[in-house]
């Protein structure tokens, strides 16, 4: 995922360094005219970062990126709902340090003032980007499965035995991995968090833990699970903040509660609401997940964005009167 946060040159710390990548562009500013725009700072997988000195701009794209590959197929509206559900988790966290400051068209600089950031850009605070993915599981899915088919144990931490797929876990697992802006993230344990980043790694797990419980418990309301999910972070002024996407179908897994409870009882797939579907389809056909990514079917796209809109639908309609209950 990109950031909220300078471009990463990662130290030993964990901490990124910045450097630049510049790109000139151009967007239609309607009866305006041509408005030239600050050049792309950095360009991620799924969206273009522009540095605005102590703000940066997070335009998201229809761009689809999976197995840390991305493909040449992007999914439509993508990068405007995924922009429309961070901008809704983040206004429901007043008493949680953040990076985000409005989703809104008036409020970005002029020269974004146009239809081609509309719905699709934020305004945030610029942060130093702590190299890690704070990844936290509530069920055992994913790489997390995998590495418990092998070793029995999750992040290096022994597991009952006996766990199926999909499993609930005793408790929520952090589970945090090193970051790759360019290849595969690599999951890495606890311990070795500790030892590469001692000075935040007990309070970015916390933060963390505190989070996923905070979406988790919003969503059951719902009726929809919170399988698993990550965050990032980044430092201002010596503080944390909780910085780039939070609870999207592109960094979570969600599935119905009632379609979670059949799937299990039956011992089939579980039909997550979110990317899932692309990652189910490609491995299925062989795919060895090396760029060049394969092409996708139309079904497979079309399904992709109906869960996507589904999970908009219902994470958009959580209240703040909701959550303060929690």
Request: charged residues 25%.
């Amino acid at each position: 995922m990109e950031h909220g946060g300078s471009k990463v040159g990662a130290g030993k710390d964990g901490i990124v360094a910045p450097t630049m990548e510049h790109e000139g562009s151009k967007v239609d500013a309607g009866n305006d005219g041509i408005h030239s725009i600050p050049p792309v700072t950095y360009r991620g997988k799924v969206r273009d970062v522009y540095d605005l000195g102590d703000q940066m701009l997070l335009v998201s794209s229809d761009r689809l990126s999976a197995f840390d590959v991305v493909f040449g197929d992007a999914i439509p509206e993508k990068g405007k709902i995924l922009n429309s559900i961070s901008a809704h988790w983040f206004s429901l966290l007043k008493d949680f340090p953040h990076h985000f400051i409005s989703a809104n068209l008036a409020d970005l600089p002029t020269a974004f003032r146009s239809v081609a950031f509309e719905g699709r850009a934020a305004l945030v605070k610029k942060t130093q980007r702590i190299d890690f993915e704070c990844v936290v599981r509530g069920f055992l899915m994913g790489s997390g499965f995998k590495e418990y088919q092998v070793s029995q144990t999750l992040a290096g931490e022994k597991l009952p035995a006996g766990l199926v797929r999909g499993a609930v876990l005793p408790e929520p697992r952090f589970t945090p991995a090193v970051k790759n802006d360019t290849g595969h993230d690599e999951n890495i344990s606890y311990a070795e968090m500790q030892a590469r980043l001692p000075q935040h790694a007990e309070t970015l797990k916390q933060k963390s833990l505190q989070l996923f419980a905070f979406a988790f418990a919003a969503l059951k309301d719902r009726g929809i699970y919170l399988l698993d999910t990550k965050f990032e972070f980044g430092l201002l002024n010596g503080g944390l903040l909780l910085i780039d996407e939070i609870f999207t179908p592109d960094s979570s897994r969600f599935v119905k509660i009632e379609a979670y409870n059949k799937a299990m009882a039956l011992g089939v797939e579980i039909p997550t609401m979110d990317k899932q579907i692309v990652r189910d389809y490609v491995e299925s056909i062989g795919w060895n997940k090396q760029p060049p990514a394969p092409r996708l079917p139309a079904e497979v796209i079309q399904k992709t964005v109906a869960q996507y809109r589904k999970m908009q639908t219902t994470i958009l309609s959580i209240t703040s009167e909701l959550t303060s209950k929690k």
